[in-house]
């Protein structure tokens, strides 16, 4: 699934780059300029969101462990180590 996540943003960049060539050029009217524009935001608006949401992976997947043995968890509860004074007794 990861790797369709990865086509469908490197399709929106494709397309981006593709309107970005066609505004460049001279042979698209201004009715179309503005809707290739508008096409252009949208988009950039979702090669955004999907960069955040990888960005937020990562640094979820890379922080440090809490007490419970999963990242990002602050349930606070104790994990069952061995330096619990309830598993020495």
Do not use: Y
């Amino acid at each position: 699934m990861a790797e369709n996540k990865a086509t469908t943003f490197e399709a929106a960049i494709a397309r981006l780059e593709e309107i970005v060539r066609l505004l460049e050029g001279d042979a698209v009217t201004l009715q179309d300029s503005v809707a290739l524009f508008n096409e252009g935001r949208a988009k950039a608006q979702e090669c955004e969101a999907m960069l955040k949401a990888a960005q937020a992976a990562i640094e979820a997947s890379s922080a440090p462990p809490s007490p419970s043995g999963e990242p990002g968890s602050s349930s606070g509860e104790p994990n069952g180590s061995l330096f619990d004074d309830d598993a020495l007794a």
